[in-house]
């Protein structure tokens, strides 16, 4: 099992909907997780941190499911401009190393 | 700009030659990070810094490879005869020397071995 997984996609949706992805992650010790935006040929970019109680900032909302290893990523009101990649972050427990998952590729449609 | 700062951005080079890549971390990041990405695929950890202790390597990291960060600032990959196959986006990022925080990317440098 790797040790982070993800939805490869690609999720195709049209502007003004609603689209959530889970990345799930095999280490239940892991305390530490991220959610990282990437457009084509160009580096990650920290989308937002997800904490333990769920975070939301703006249009997107993050949260942390420890029972069943999983974090959410929800975007609401999806823009032209929301279409990218979305990687899922998660630290190797004990050390300061980090996992991506392969991330989920998004395409939002006019 | 106070970003992290990598370079060459692009590296053309033959098959057996030698590559160096640079990172420049943010200032006040203790914690530097190199990763690998191909396309379709996410970032692959490779190794990391803190200060000048490389403190972890990835098997991803053949004995043709090889990261220094001698004062604990500037870090370099150096890849020995390059393959086909290392033809990929070498990411640099640095963080804080604290628990859960974040890492900072910057723009790659991408290698292509004919």
């Known amino acids: 099992r790797k040790e982070v997984e993800q939805d490869p996609g690609p999720f195709n949706v049209p502007e003004g909907a609603t689209v959530a992805f889970n990345c799930t992650y095999s280490n239940s010790a892991s305390q530490s997780f991220f959610w990282y935006r990437q457009d084509c040929r160009k580096e990650p970019k920290l989308l937002m941190s997800?904490?333990?109680s769920g975070n939301e900032d703006g249009r997107f909302t993050a949260q942390l499911n420890r029972a069943s290893q999983y974090i959410s990523l929800l975007i609401r009101d999806s823009k032209l401009s929301d279409s990218a990649t979305y990687l899922c972050?998660?630290?190797?427990?004990?050390?300061?190393?980090?996992?991506f998952g392969t991330g989920t590729r998004l395409k939002v449609l006019a | 700009d106070t970003g992290v700062s990598q370079n060459p951005r692009h590296k053309i080079t033959k098959r057996g030659q030698n590559v160096t890549f640079r990172c420049d971390p943010i200032?006040?990041?203790?914690?530097l990070y190199w990763y690998r990405q191909t396309l379709g695929q996410g970032p692959e950890f490779l190794t990391y810094f803190q200060n000048e202790a490389q403190l972890e390597k990835s098997r991803l990291l053949s004995d043709r490879f090889s990261a220094e960060r001698p004062k604990g600032s500037f870090s370099t990959l150096e890849i020995q005869r390059t393959e086909q196959g290392d033809s990929a986006m070498y990411l640099c990022?640095?963080?804080?020397?604290?628990?859960?925080?974040?890492?900072?990317f910057g723009e790659g440098s991408r290698l292509t071995v004919l």
């Open positions: 990022a640095s963080s804080l020397g604290l628990a859960g925080v974040p890492l900072f």
């Open positions: 997800v904490y333990s």
């Open positions: 200032s006040e990041h203790n914690r």
């Open positions: 972050v998660v630290n190797y427990p004990g050390t300061y190393k980090y996992i």
